[in-house]
């Protein structure tokens, strides 16, 4: 299993990123799939999931509205459309995904994601 994030870079306030998190190893049938980040000097915070076998999303309540999550199942891919980004909103991006199967209610908390990709940089300058 393997996941790897892309898709990062720096801009502006107010302005877009996507966010991929390409998959390998599993497909994006029945599983689950969580968008965290962490931002320097603190925790993992979980951003958005994804439960692949009904298409269920689920969103942190500071980016509701801004971020949309994603899935291609051609592509294997997931994405992270992130909109009107703040510069708060900067951190590392990392997807992590949850293969048991089971439907998740709500973003979910680190333990539950049992693999993880490397990150991807995100930079929104003021």
């Known amino acids: 299993v393997q996941l790897v994030e892309s898709g990062g870079g720096l801009v502006q306030a107010g302005g877009s990123l996507r966010l991929s998190c390409a998959a390998s190893g599993f497909t994006l049938d029945n599983c689950g799939i969580g968008w965290f980040r962490q931002a320097p000097g603190k925790g993992r915070e979980g951003v958005s999931s994804l439960n692949c076998a009904d298409g269920s999303s689920y969103y942190a309540d500071s980016v509701k509205g801004r971020f949309t999550i994603s899935k291609d199942n051609a592509k294997n891919t997931v994405y992270l459309q992130m909109n009107s980004l703040k510069p708060e909103d900067t951190a590392v991006y990392y997807c992590?995904?949850?293969?048991?199967?089971?439907?998740?209610?709500?973003?979910?908390?680190?333990?539950?994601?049992?693999?993880w990709g490397q990150g991807t940089q995100v930079t929104v300058s003021s």
């Open positions: 992590g995904a949850d293969l048991t199967g089971l439907v998740r209610v709500g973003v979910g908390e680190i333990y539950e994601y049992d693999y």
